[in-house]
Every structure is written in structure tokens, then in C-alpha cells.
């Protein structure tokens, strides 16, 4: 599975690159409040109305409306430029978090609640996709390879690899900060720190012009209709398997969350999703500090039937160690079906539809997330935490199966083989 070539492509190298600086602290500190919405979320609602179904379901118009404008926005990206986009972004969900903190504070009806909500989720500044795209712009990734490459640059795999470490650092930092200040501090400090945070860091990360990829209307392509990315199967495969992933992230926030309130011990929520999410960042930095002789489509097959396999287990456990201990496990089995997953990317979806392709796999895992926070929130109102343990597993098993049928699909383009698709209108021709 794995090389020990010296000098093979690493962190140093990745790290060396020309610029990548430039964006990597802005998009580190703009990424740190998307950890934090959906558990600030479930926590005020859950104190306002007693109800974690209703948390759940506020929660989950929220990750509806994030999937749904997520590719939207990231298409308007790599249009206009990432700033045209995340400027007026910003502005708006500090905006929409702020009026629902409000109404859920005031006691306001949940429709009024499901109002604010969308805003909310359809205005969630996509850093981490812009931060991949940036990436893939700088490393030169325009030409498809051999699946065992994972893209135009062996160091595309270690870029993908580092900003699943970043990603999951947040998910350490942010649910353990949200539920701290929740908790510790006011109801909805959660949320307007996330709101807060995501005003400064978004702005930051928007001046930083030099690095976003060149927009294709100034590259001369304004009057060409381009395919969605979505229209590329392989990415329709990776957007089911990204649900999957995500009904583990929505799953266990609200089970962790209702397993801590039954033990009578709210705060442990934040520690235990936080070994989850310690899980999956170590996984993230030994997936790319090692030099692979398996391609990303085999890592990815591999790392998600164990995720589901681990994911099995945890409707049974009831202790506070052991859940922490299988939490851990089933946190080391995402990164290998994330990373692999976001490599793939860059070797199925052509330059101009980058940004709209990890769009719509951050927007998959947030639809995985809101349908799993409500499931999950229902289950553990009529039942248990144990039954919203059960989210997870059902979710990834449908998915596993799913990728499995159709993994074929995952088979990076042929070079050079495009196929025309209408006036202006060109799509890449996968390989099965």
C-alpha cells in the first residue's frame, strides 16, 4: 500500500511552494467557525425549546440550504473570482446568524426559525473548496494521470491530505469552543462567535487577491456555457459518498450531545467530538506523509467499508471510555475516504469547474449532516442516544454499497479525450 522512497512528495515540499502562505494562515483562520453553526445551532434551540428534534430540524434547514448554494456559489467563483463572492457572503450569514440568535432567543416561532435558517446555511462562506481550488491552481493539476497519481501533481494527494488535517482541526477546535461557550457562558455564544469569526476570517482570507484562481469570464470564457460540474458521474458518485460521511458528522453530534445530557454531564459533548474529530486529523497527516502505491479510488473503497464497519458499533456502547475509544477509531477511518475522495477531484473535473466540484462535496456532507441531525434529533427525543447512534451506521452502509456498485465511475479522465456537448460546450469523457 504504501512506498518509503526517500524524497518522496511531503509536507516540507507542499509547504514550500510559492505562495501558498499567501492563503493558507487566511483560509486556516476563515475555515475555523464552519465546526462551529450546526452544534451552536442545536445547542440554543435545544435550550430555547427543550426539544432536540426541534434543534435538529433548525439545524437541518440550514445544512439543506448550505447544499443547495454551496455549488452555486462555488460556480460564481470560479466565474467571477472567489472575492466577487465571499465579500457580499460574509456580510450576509454574520447577518442571518445574528437574526436567528435573536429570534431563537426572543422565543419566536419555528417558522420564524426555519426563515433565518436559510439565509443562514445558503450563506456559509465555502473556504475550505476555495482553499483546494487554490491549491490545484498552484500545483499545476490541469492534466488527468493514472489513478495511482491522483491528479497532475503527486503532491495533490499531500495537498488534499493537509486540508483534511486543517478541516478536522477545526472540527477538534470548534464544537469543543461552540459548547464551551454554550454552555460555560451564555446560550448563544456559540453562535455569535461563529458569526463573529466568520465576518473577520472571511475578509481576511478575501483580500488575499494574488492566489485565487484566474475567474474564466476574465480568462476569456464569459460567453461559453459550461457544463455543472455535477454532469461528470464520477462526481455524482463522490456527492453520495460525501452524504454518507456526513450523516457520521450529523449523527454524532447529536448523540454525543443527548448521550452527554443523559449522563448527566453536558460538557463531555465537546471532548468526546473532539476525539472523533483528533481521529480523523491524524488519519489526515499519516495519509499524506506516506507515498501510496494504491490509488486514491482503492484507498477510498477501503478507508470507507471501515468507517462503516466502526460505525456498527456504536449504538452499543454505553460507557463514557469506550465511546471516547470507538469515536477515536471511527475518526481514523474518514480521512482515508475524504482525502481520497477530493484527490479524485482533481483528475475527473476540468480546471474551470474545480471550485463547483468541492462545492458540491462540502454541500454533500452538509445535506448528510442535516438529514442525519434531524433523524438522529427525533430518535434520541422518542428513544435514546443509542438510537441516534444508529444514524451513522445506516447512512454509510447505504453509501458503502452505493460506491461499491459504482466505483468504476471513479476512473480519471482519458487524456486528451474530450467530447463536445452542444455550442461551447465541453465535458471530459471518463474511463470506466
Not at 442545536?42 to 447544499?67: C, D, E, I, R
Not at 450569514?93 to 419566536?108: E, N, P, Q, W
Not at 477545526?170 to 465576518?199: C, D, K, N, R, Y
Amino acid at each position: 500500500m504504501a512506498s518509503t522512497v526517500k524524497n518522496r512528495p511531503g509536507y516540507g515540499q507542499l509547504l514550500r511552494t510559492p505562495g501558498a502562505w499567501t492563503f493558507l494562515l487566511p483560509g486556516f483562520l476563515a475555515r475555523q467557525p464552519f465546526a462551529m453553526l450546526t452544534i451552536g445551532i442545536v445547542l440554543l434551540v435545544q435550550h430555547t425549546t427543550g426539544s432536540y428534534g426541534s434543534a435538529g430540524v433548525v439545524a437541518a434547514v440550514t445544512g439543506v440550504s448550505m447544499a443547495l448554494f454551496a455549488p452555486q456559489s462555488g460556480k460564481l467563483a470560479d466565474r467571477f473570482g472567489q472575492r466577487a463572492v465571499l465579500v457580499p457572503g460574509v456580510l450576509l450569514h454574520t447577518a442571518s446568524v445574528s437574526a436567528l440568535t435573536a429570534l431563537a432567543l426572543s422565543g419566536a416561532p419555528m417558522w420564524a426559525l426555519f426563515a433565518a435558517a436559510v439565509p443562514t446555511g445558503a450563506s456559509v462562506p465555502q473556504i475550505g473548496p476555495m482553499v483546494r481550488a487554490r491549491w490545484a491552481a498552484k500545483l499545476g493539476g490541469g492534466t488527468s494521470q493514472a489513478e495511482g497519481s491522483g491528479g497532475g501533481s503527486p503532491l495533490m494527494t499531500t495537498a488534499a491530505a493537509f486540508e483534511s488535517v486543517t478541516d478536522e482541526f477545526t472540527f477538534v477546535v470548534g464544537p469543543v469552543l461552540a459548547t464551551a461557550l454554550s454552555t460555560g457562558v451564555h446560550p448563544a455564544g456559540g453562535l455569535i462567535a461563529e458569526a463573529m469569526l466568520t465576518l473577520a476570517g472571511g475578509l481576511f482570507f478575501a483580500a488575499q487577491r494574488g492566489t485565487q484562481p484566474q475567474p474564466s469570464r476574465a480568462a476569456g470564457h464569459a460567453r461559453v456555457e459550461h457544463a455543472s460540474a455535477l454532469s461528470i458521474p464520477g462526481v455524482r458518485v463522490l456527492a453520495v459518498a460525501f452524504l454518507g460521511i456526513g450523516s457520521v458528522f450529523g449523527g454524532m453530534q447529536v448523540a454525543l450531545t443527548a448521550f452527554s445530557e443523559e449522563i448527566g454531564n453536558p460538557g463531555a459533548n465537546g471532548l468526546l467530538y473532539g476525539i472523533f474529530a483528533a481521529g480523523n486529523m491524524l488519519a489526515g497527516i499519516a495519509c499524506g506523509a506516506i507515498a501510496w502505491k494504491s490509488g486514491p479510488r482503492r484507498r477510498m473503497v477501503l478507508g470507507y467499508a471501515g468507517l462503516t464497519l466502526a460505525a456498527s458499533a456504536l449504538w452499543a456502547v454505553h460507557s463514557v471510555a469506550l465511546l471516547a475509544g470507538l469515536g477515536l477509531l471511527v475518526g481514523l477511518c474518514i480521512a482515508p475516504a475524504l482525502i481520497g475522495g477530493y484527490t479524485l477531484v482533481e483528475s475527473l473535473v476540468p480546471a474551470s469547474a474545480r471550485t463547483e466540484a468541492f462545492t458540491w462535496l462540502t454541500g454533500a456532507v452538509a445535506l448528510g449532516q442535516a438529514a442525519a441531525v434531524t433523524v438522529a434529533g427525533q430518535l434520541a427525543d422518542e428513544h435514546s442516544a443509542s438510537a441516534a447512534f444508529v444514524v451513522p451506521l445506516v447512512g454509510t452502509a447505504l453509501a458503502l454499497v452505493t460506491l461499491l456498485a459504482l466505483r468504476s465511475r471513479l476512473s480519471p479522465r482519458a487524456p486528451g479525450r474530450i467530447a463536445a456537448r452542444g455550442m461551447g460546450h465541453r465535458v471530459p469523457v471518463t474511463v470506466d
